[in-house]
């Protein structure tokens, strides 16, 4: 299996709007630069993967809306994977995910976490 050259966890949603936009502005300019670049929705975050949640979450300027941001983060190649046993405990359907969204079992996290050459924890 081939890991990420930059790994982003991330655990919050709109209760931490922040580190949110700095994970896949992150995200996207590793994309962007041709570095292959995955974030990894952990815990509350799960929720950012579900079809329409992402719209409602903008710090403001500089920084784009998250929404925009996990477009560009896909478009410029980035995956975006999700944690099922999270999305079980926080009540999220695989069928409410966005078609980007790839769900993982506990032991990806493990394997992709020890392979990957970087990561950037916001958790």
Known sequence: MEYADLLITLAHHDNNP?????????????AEKGHKAEILLLSDAV??????????????EPFLPVQELIEK???????LKVCSACMIHNG?????????AQVVSADYVVDALMGAKKSLQLN
């Open 18 to 30: 922040n580190n949110v936009t700095i994970a896949f502005t992150m995200g996207w300019k590793a």
């Open 47 to 60: 929720h950012l993967a579900s079809q329409g949640f992402a719209d409602k979450i903008n710090i403001g």
């Open 73 to 79: 983060f896909i478009s410029a190649g980035g995956t």
């Open 92 to 100: 999220v359907k695989e069928e409410q995910l966005i078609d980007a």
